[in-house]
């Protein structure tokens, strides 16, 4: 089972930015697939983004194509998100998640982490 750390959380104004990170407990496999879901208030949770960390290939949700994005470290072994001009549909709880389906399904998903709350004020 791999630990999954995120931070980077807070809270900001409509049209600022947030950069998330999630770091393993382990160094990444060969396959492993590293996305980020978030939950808004009374939402259920929905799928971000996701990368290949092995090659760095990403796909993202149509809600923040253009806005958000996910890219890794692979000397510091993080994954980051970097979300520019936030708007308040983007508050949530956001999670990371790893697995080895290249996919936007929870279920595709072994390991989560506890979650960062990000807050975004109008």
């Known amino acids: 089972q791999v630990q999954l750390v995120e931070s980077g959380g807070g809270s900001v104004q409509a049209g600022g930015s947030l950069r998330l990170s999630c770091k393993p407990s382990?160094?990444?496999?060969?396959?492993?697939?590293y996305a980020w879901f978030r939950q808004g208030p009374r939402k259920e949770r929905e799928f971000v983004a996701l990368?290949?960390?092995?090659?760095?290939?990403?796909f993202y949700a149509d809600s923040v194509k253009g806005r958000f994005t996910i890219s890794r470290d692979n000397p510091e072994n993080t994954v980051y998100l970097q979300m520019n001009n936030l708007n308040t549909e983007d508050t949530g709880v956001y999670f990371c998640?790893?697995?080895?389906?290249?996919?936007?399904?929870?279920?595709?998903?072994?390991?989560w982490g506890q979650g960062t709350q990000v807050t975004v004020a109008s």
């Open positions: 990368i290949r960390y092995h090659g760095g290939s990403a």
């Open positions: 382990q160094r990444p496999y060969s396959r492993s697939i």
């Open positions: 998640a790893v697995g080895t389906q290249y996919s936007s399904d929870q279920a595709a998903y072994d390991d």
